[in-house]
């Protein structure tokens, strides 16, 4: 069993920036490949950036050279860099393995982009 706790969530500006964490309960290092998830109001969560054991990276080709994620196995943590944030970004931010465990989803951070 792990526990997902994400934050870094917030009120930003078009074209502005933030950097999402998602701290994990215990240690992540035998995890093989970890996800950023965002589901907007009446939308499906869809996966927005994935990465591997091995640092292998992917992204959905909506924040493709916007957004960058990354983790740290050391603090068991992960991260979402959000660049150049548009108010289609709005959502409600999850991580979560991937694919995801229905069990792990945790509360979201919340991230609006709006003038």
């Known amino acids: 069993q792990v526990q997902y706790v994400e934050s870094g969530g917030g009120l930003v500006q078009p074209g502005g920036s933030l950097r999402l964490s998602c701290a994990a309960s215990?240690?992540?290092?035998?995890?093989?490949?970890w996800g950023w998830y965002r589901q907007a109001p009446g939308k499906q969560r869809e996966l927005v950036a994935a990465i591997t054991r091995g640092g292998n990276t992917n992204y959905a080709d909506s924040v493709k050279g916007r957004f960058t994620i990354s983790r740290d196995n050391a603090k068991n943590t992960m991260y979402l860099q959000m660049n150049s944030l548009k108010p289609e970004d709005t959502a409600l931010y999850y991580c979560?393995?991937?694919?995801?465990?229905?069990?792990?989803w945790g509360r979201g951070t919340q991230v609006v982009v709006s003038s």
């Open positions: 215990r240690t992540i290092f035998s995890i093989f490949a």
């Open positions: 979560n393995e991937n694919p995801p465990t229905t069990a792990y």
